[in-house]
């Protein structure tokens, strides 16, 4: 089975920086997905991890490691408009047919 | 931009009744999924579909039946509804089963309240 868990919620000044941090267990591994959901809306497409390492996006960057089955997502020079849910997902076989797992999601408030 | 559109926003329906929820992509992606969303469990995925007229059970299909008669257009069907399944309901579609770093691309989903 899957299981992927991170912070329910986190809290953060505006113009911080603040990590997002997501760990899972899965049968397969073909990618990480981080989404951000304000709410009352659909999610959105953030980043997408398949190799250890960093990606980088502006103020969002994130990591990967395959091993420790650990990511993260960093959101940097926070802004209000980045009050939002943050979740992480991961593709377990191969192809994009395959269905995303996600996280329960982490709810963020930035404070002013 | 992908759009992905759900018909209803808001739906209200009696224990017991039959309920469509549809989806409509503009894509032309040949795969398209059914999550629900509840507080503290995240997205389930309920059904997904990679071809017309194929459909595959996710991790939570009891109560629940799917309909790709066309490639844009994904329906959801709960053959009668019961309170446990007031939910969020998001549509969601990608691109073809070569590309694992094809994202998602989610309808606004439609709240559903069964009484």
């Known amino acids: 089975g899957q299981n992927i868990d991170q912070p329910t919620e986190m809290t953060a000044t505006e113009g911080a920086i603040v990590q997002i941090n997501c760990t899972y267990q899965?049968?397969?591994?073909?990618?990480l997905f981080w989404y951000q959901q304000h709410a009352g809306e659909a999610p959105t497409f953030l980043s997408y991890n398949v190799l250890d390492g960093l990606e980088e996006k502006g103020r969002f960057s994130s990591f990967l490691s395959r091993s420790k089955g650990y990511s993260y997502l960093l959101l940097k020079e926070l802004q209000m408009k980045d009050s939002a849910s943050y979740l992480c997902a991961v593709r377990d076989g191969a192809g994009s047919a395959r269905q995303l797992t996600f996280g329960s999601g982490t709810q963020l408030t930035v404070l002013p | 931009d992908v759009k992905v559109t759900q018909s209803s926003r808001y739906l209200v329906k009696r224990t017991g009744e039959k309920v469509f929820l549809e989806c409509v992509q503009d894509?032309?992606?040949?795969?398209m999924f059914w999550y629900r969303q509840d507080p503290g469990l995240g997205l389930r995925l309920i059904y997904f579909s990679y071809d017309v007229k194929m459909k595959e059970k996710g991790d939570i299909p009891e109560g629940y039946s799917v309909s790709r008669e066309k490639k844009e257009r994904f329906s959801l069907i709960l053959e009668s509804a019961s309170t446990n399944q007031t939910s969020m309901y998001l549509c969601?579609?990608?691109?073809?089963?070569?590309?694992?770093?094809?994202?998602?691309?989610f309808g606004n989903g439609t709240r559903l309240t069964v009484t």
């Open positions: 894509m032309d992606h040949e795969n």
């Open positions: 899965t049968s397969g591994f073909n990618g």
């Open positions: 969601a579609s990608s691109l073809t089963g070569d590309r694992n770093n094809s994202p998602l691309h």
